[in-house]
Nanobody, 124 residues
């Protein structure tokens, strides 16, 4: 069955950058629509970015637009989230999720598989 594994989280100062990776196994990434989500302590999970199977369509939350970039490398079965100019409010556990039946969705409830999450902490 499909498995997702996030990596690349860590501790960074405000204004710094991190690049998260999500590796898919069991099914090729080329078959999957992908979303990135995050959850801060005590808060609900929120959508960050999403991309279509082809990568031609992307979307970003207003809070990260212009700072974050989602991309995919199907040959390596890996989706990336490049996060620039990180701020304390970006702190949280970041999850990638995959949808196997639609070419594109940003709806959290429609995703079929989830990774375990990777911690991102932005603090001085």
């Amino acid at each position: 069955q499909l498995q997702l594994m996030e990596s690349g989280g860590g501790l960074v100062q405000p204004g710094g950058s991190l690049k998260l990776a999500c590796v898919a196994s069991g099914l090729g990434l080329k078959y999957l629509a992908i979303g990135w989500f995050r959850q801060a302590p005590g808060k609900e999970r929120e959508g960050v970015s999403c991309t279509s199977v082809s990568g031609d369509t992307t979307n970003y939350a207003d809070s990260v637009k212009g700072r974050f970039t989602i991309s995919r490398d199907d040959a390596r079965d890996t989706v990336y989230l490049l996060m620039n100019d990180l701020q304390p409010e970006d702190t949280g556990v970041y999850f990638c999720a995959a949808e196997v039946n639609s070419d594109y969705t940003c709806n959290e409830d429609e995703y079929d598989y989830w990774g375990q999450g990777t911690q991102v902490t932005v603090s001085s």
